[in-house]
């Protein structure tokens, strides 16, 4: 996001969200036998890129995807050229929908995504700032038009909502002892890229994933925020920890869940925990019983913003080719693999 332009518990005792400081060492990420069904994945920048190879790889696992600030599925293809000429800025052009298309459908074939009348039944929710000066606002119309061929009823599944004077970032609307220092300015984005438009984006895109819901009760939302050991899921391009909220009364399963992931520069390594602790997912999960989990990316030399994979970076050096945007993806494998131990319940082993 900057401008380098590289987008480049268990046991859990539940009451307000306290601070993490006195824990010297994250647990292992808990069972929490959450719900195999109505699961969402969210994600801003490159963590909507991210997002959205999930959804295409495994869209029988989620009922729901909301992008923030990207693009289109499989923009880059491999390549950081057209990541940062194509799918960010636009100099080298829009990327071309047949060409995205064609591979799509080469995923198919050699079973690499998952079932297109699965994907056709997801919900979407895509929005862009208008004066996005990283991602040009182009791209997220571009995703949306994917979309729209591929969900069965897209006037009825999707939902493109642009805001005029936002940049680039995650937009919220500031609530009572949201710090000063976790929020940046609208329309010129940078810092913590928590944008104070005015804008519950949070409640914005779950109300549209996943219909009617309780609105959030005033205060800090109930629940623990924990962090937990990646280790267990570790593939190159993963921080040693990772984050989950979990609502009070969720510890014994039976929970909604959502994944959220941050953009470039988003991670707590270079912005504390502002994403994970005031985006306000949380307190739309905790008004709505639906566990968040807040996985790391960590930064690197081939990947110096903390972005998620989504030009292939993560993959072998030797390939021509790299699988980042499919069900082969080692860090899609790794994200599938912490959805699939929160879905075990706590008595599994």
């Known amino acids: 996001m900057p401008a380098t332009r590289c987008l480049a518990a268990a046991s859990l005792c539940l009451g307000l969200v306290a601070p993490l400081a006195a824990q010297e060492r994250p647990a292992e990420l808990p069972r929490l036998g959450v719900n195999r069904d109505g699961a969402s994945v969210l994600g801003v920048s490159s963590g909507g890129y991210m997002a959205t190879q999930l959804a295409v790889a495994w869209p029988e696992r989620f009922a729901g995807l909301g992008v923030v ?7 880059a293809r491999g390549s950081l050229g057209l990541a940062l000429g194509q799918c960010m800025a636009t100099q ?32 979407v929710f895509v929005w862009h700032g208008e004066e996005d000066n990283t991602v040009a606002p182009s791209l997220g119309r571009a995703l949306a038009e994917q979309f729209r061929d591929w969900l069965a009823s897209p006037d009825d599944q999707l939902r493109l909502m642009k805001s005029e004077q936002a940049g680039h970032g995650w937009p919220l609307s500031t609530r009572a002892g949201t710090p000063v220092d976790a929020l940046t300015d609208c329309r010129g984005g940078g810092g913590t890229h928590l944008l104070a438009c005015d804008l519950d984006i949070a409640g914005k895109m779950l109300g549209w994933l996943h219909g009617d819901l309780a609105p959030p009760e005033p205060g800090d939302p109930r629940g623990e925020l924990v962090r937990f050991d990646q280790s267990d899921f570790d593939v190159r391009g993963l921080g040693d920890t990772g984050y989950l909220f979990v609502p009070t009364g969720c510890e014994e399963g039976g929970c909604d869940l959502s994944v959220a992931l941050h953009g470039c520069a988003m991670d707590v390594e270079q912005i504390d925990e502002a994403f994970v602790r005031h985006s306000g997912l949380n307190e739309w999960a905790a008004a709505n019983q639906r566990v968040v989990l807040y996985p790391q990316a960590e930064t690197s030399l081939p990947n110096p913003q903390g972005c998620w994979d989504w030009w292939g970076f993560a993959e072998s050096t030797w390939q021509l080719d790299p699988l980042h945007d499919s069900r082969q993806g080692s860090q899609t494998g790794a994200l599938m693999a ?12």
């Open 69 to 75: 600030a990207a693009g289109p599925w499989a923009c």
């Open 338 to 349: 912490m959805i699939e131990h929160l879905q075990q319940s706590p008595d599994e082993k």
């Open 92 to 123: 080298r052009g829009m990327p071309d929908p047949a060409e995205l298309e064609n591979r799509y459908q080469g995923y198919r074939r050699r079973e690499l995504v998952g079932d297109p009348e699965a994907l056709a039944e997801l919900r």
